[in-house]
């Protein structure tokens, strides 16, 4: 049963056409998936460029540890990801459950794991199932005023190419109607993050800009 979350509720309305923020609600995946396809250019091998690794990177106005603060919640991912919807905790602490809306009927798990000196973000997930969560997400909060002598953050987000992406290693825990694998997605990684990261710039530059709390109250709960 899917937990209803009232992520960006602090935003009101203006949730449903932040200038940059695209979600599943506001753009189904008929929608978005063109803006990703006119998101990548012919005009380089792009299987070269991002064969076994998918970097991303940003600047976002708004302070590095607030920033950090909010990526560290697992929840986070309700709000900025485009498909990843209804975390709840399973009964093993530190591992959540949600659905990815990319896939049909699909569960993600994920576990968030942090170094708050280092201000590093690594998101341990898989689809179906949550004993081997090899799908890993890198992340990195770097003050900008070091790297670019000005206020704010630098956000630097990476993920390899684990050989799973090309084939399912845990089949029977899919779902037997599911038509697709989140491998079947990589070409679409690099433009899909560009699309997240704009979608976390958009969300942390509001409430900044706004006086709110980069983490609002229900995620500190």
Request: hydrophobic letters at 40%; one cysteine or more.
């Amino acid at each position: 049963m899917t937990i209803a979350l009232p992520a960006l509720n602090d935003l009101g309305a203006r949730a449903r056409d932040l200038p940059g923020l695209t979600r599943i609600e506001t753009h189904p995946r008929d929608v978005a998936t063109p803006i990703i396809v006119d998101m990548l250019r012919s005009v380089y091998p792009h299987d070269q460029v991002f064969g076994d690794f998918c970097p991303v990177q940003g600047y976002v106005d708004a302070p590095p540890r607030d920033l950090y603060n909010w990526l560290s919640n697992t929840r986070s991912l309700e709000e900025w990801t485009y498909s990843l919807r209804g975390f709840r905790e399973t009964d093993e602490p530190g591992l959540w459950i949600a659905q990815d809306r990319l896939g049909d009927s699909t569960d993600i798990y994920t576990r968030t794991i942090v170094n708050p000196h280092a201000m590093t973000v690594d998101y341990h997930c898989a689809w179906d199932q949550g004993r081997h969560l090899w799908m890993i997400y890198l992340m990195r909060v770097v003050d900008a005023q070091v790297v670019l002598d000005k206020p704010g953050s630098v956000v630097l987000w990476n993920n390899c190419r684990h050989p799973f992406y090309d084939e399912n290693p845990y089949p029977d825990t899919a779902p037997p109607e599911r038509p697709v694998w989140v491998g079947d997605f990589w070409e679409m990684f690099s433009a899909g993050h560009r699309l997240e990261l704009a979608n976390l710039t958009a969300i942390a530059e509001y409430r900044h800009a706004n006086g709110l709390p980069l983490t609002p109250d229900w995620m500190r709960s």
